[in-house]
């Protein structure tokens, strides 16, 4: 009877603590967070169906880089020879890529391209001596061939890709080099792609960067990879091409595309002061006048990553270096004089602010944990219009860049949000220079190799440590999102409950490791 009555004394306690905290304290800062995140949802929402109207008129219109710009087909000239055609360096960066170095470094030596106008380079700093040696006698075998390609290694890893492509610039040859077209470990350019690139360069004197369209090949892998095809698609069918035929700039996405040397060297080439080495020298670029064109309809083939792990990692280095780069040059796009105001706005605004910043931060903050946090406090009411058709629509306009994935939005949303939580952290530890800021993983590539060696081992049971699989931060978020569900079914009048199971069940999902491809370390 003295426990019981203890009990009652407590839970009559924490009841009295919570009346006389909620009033006072909760609900002002509920209602204040509640307006702050309806103010960002109404920024992501504009951005969104601006370049929803934006790529109907560039389809309406027909317009494509080929009619924007100038672009003349490379011809033979019988006088000049090969020396029509422009020197190329290809740089291909990788880190103990044991499963694709044979795909990358093949596809670059099967580029179309005169044999003595093209220099393929290969920047290994891969630490594995055995990978080292097998992507030294690739080389070497192509090297037999006749390619003109050369196998190029450091002392130390210093600023990770940005250091290996900077160092690479540095070698005697590549000064006879007019453009360099890059391309990470995993990707397979078509043997046509300098052909349909450097023709843009070569007419368009303004013009300092060609970019093209990623092509996924593993993309049925797992549902997960499905989920990632739909943000990137997005991303390239809508942010690239409304970047490129409106402003004339775009971020480089770091692979499968050409710059221009001469640009590329006047932007004060490649910096290794954050973890996207590749938007930074874009924005420097733009920042000196120069100008981007995104070719969609020219894809490259490459692989996403399949395990969670990676893809953890990979998106932590795409939302901490924007959000860091955003505070590193934030004044200095304002005081540039070469660009317009309207384009220091497009930077500032849409590309840094609303897509790096308040679209991470918005997806978690609110519909993980102000939007849950509201059911206790009926006092914080939250407009339909804030909680269901803004979100609503700017899923759908989402979801029209993969087709053949709409049935598949309801999970995209929670797969999304579950991944707005390392994606929010990324952004802050970005924003305040926190301990992570410069933590670079490469992400894993599994290749055909991984897919031959599970069929191989279907039939034995593989002993997996759950330790590897748990991520608490999931479960610990997953668990608060069950309780607001169960508090709103029982006694809550917002009917979020629905949602908040869903999303909790997505977060736990993800808590116990089972999203991906699981590889056991041992």
């Not at 580029?111 to 093209?118: E, G, N, V, Y």
């Not at 300098?194 to 300092?208: G, H, M, Q, S, V």
């Not at 997960?224 to 095809?229: G, N, P």
């Not at 942010?239 to 409106?246: A, D, I, L, R």
């Amino acid at each position: 009877m003295e426990s019981q009555d203890g009990t009652i004394a407590l839970t009559g306690q924490i009841g009295l603590i919570w009346k006389q905290t909620k009033a006072p304290l909760l609900v002002p800062f509920l209602k204040v967070m509640v307006v702050v995140c309806l103010a960002m949802s109404v920024m992501l929402f504009v951005e969104r169906v601006y370049m929803g109207i934006v790529i109907v008129f560039l389809k309406l219109l027909g317009r494509k880089p080929e009619k924007m710009y100038k672009w003349e087909a490379i011809k033979d000239d019988v006088e000049l020879g090969n020396s029509a055609y422009p020197m190329v360096l290809i740089q291909i960066p990788m880190y103990n890529e044991k499963e694709v170095y044979q795909l990358s470094i093949g596809a670059a030596c099967g580029l179309s391209w005169p044999a003595d106008r093209i220099i393929i380079q290969v920047l290994d700093d891969s630490t594995d001596r055995a990978i080292k040696s097998m992507v030294e006698q690739e080389c070497k075998r192509w090297a037999s061939k006749g390619i003109n390609i050369k196998y190029e290694i450091r002392d130390n890893r210093n600023g990770y890709k940005a250091g290996a492509l900077k160092e690479g610039m540095k070698h005697s040859y590549v000064k006879q080099c007019d453009y360099v077209a890059i391309f990470d470990a995993d990707f397979q350019p078509e043997p046509d792609f300098l052909y349909r690139t450097i023709p843009f360069l070569i007419n368009n004197p303004e013009i300092a960067l060609v970019q093209s369209r990623w092509k996924f090949v593993n993309s049925d892998e797992c549902l997960m990879t499905r989920m990632q095809e739909m943000s990137l698609d997005y991303h390239f069918i809508v942010e690239q091409e409304v970047g490129s035929s409106t402003y004339a700039f775009f971020g480089f996405n770091g692979t499968a595309g050409v710059w221009r040397i001469s640009a590329l060297n006047e932007a004060g080439g490649w910096k290794d002061r954050t973890t996207v080495e590749d938007m930074d020298l874009a924005v420097r670029a733009s920042l000196k006048g120069w100008k981007f064109v995104y070719v969609g309809n020219l894809k490259v083939k490459n692989e996403l990553p399949s395990t969670f792990k990676a893809y953890r990692y990979q998106q932590h280095r795409w939302s901490c270096g924007p959000a860091n780069l955003f505070k590193k040059m934030a004044i200095e796009i304002i005081r540039n004089r070469k660009v317009s105001l309207w384009k220091k706005f497009y930077v500032i605004y849409s590309f840094f602010f609303v897509r790096k910043i308040v679209a991470h931060i918005v997806t978690f903050v609110f519909y993980c944990v102000v939007l849950p946090t509201t059911v206790f406090v009926p006092e914080v009411q939250v407009p339909k219009w804030g909680a269901v058709y803004i979100p609503s629509i700017i899923t759908l306009l989402n979801a029209v860049g993969t087709p053949r994935s709409l049935h598949l939005v309801m999970f995209w949303i929670l797969f999304e949000n579950v991944m707005s939580l390392h994606r929010t952290k990324a952004t802050f530890i970005g924003l305040l220079e926190a301990g992570r800021v410069n933590e670079w993983v490469v992400t894993e590539k599994l290749g055909d190799a991984f897919k031959a060696k599970s069929g191989a081992k279907a039939s034995k049971r593989t002993h997996i440590r759950m330790g590897e699989r748990l991520h608490l931060l999931e479960l610990g978020v997953g668990a608060y999102l069950f309780f607001c569900g169960c508090y709103d079914m029982g006694f809550g009048k917002n009917r979020y409950f629905i949602f908040l199971f869903l999303q909790s069940i997505a977060f736990f999902i993800a808590g116990f490791g089972y999203v991906g491809t699981f590889v056991p370390t041992s």
